[in-house]
């Protein structure tokens, strides 16, 4: 099974509960994500990132990424002297 997930700022990306750390150099970028019984194999294009164990049984739950949020608005917060 082949799914998509997007890398975050820190340079991870999660997948069945799993977190894969493949390096900051990939932050923000898409990444496919081939699972087997044993292990994850996380692709850029057609290069190998990463090949790591599986230590999850949980079942794939998406197979496809969401969109990126937009920035969140920071609250104001009021002190009444």
Do not use: N, W
């Amino acid at each position: 099974m082949r799914v998509d997930r997007r890398v975050s700022s820190r340079g991870a990306l999660v997948i069945a509960g799993q977190k894969i750390h493949v390096g900051i150099r990939h932050a923000g970028a898409t990444l496919a994500v081939e699972a087997a019984d044993t292990t994850f194999r996380v692709y850029h294009g057609d290069q190998l990132v990463a090949e790591v164990a599986r230590t999850t049984t949980k079942p794939i739950a998406r197979y496809k990424v969401r969109k990126p949020e937009p920035p969140r608005r920071g609250t104001v917060r009021h002190v009444s002297a």
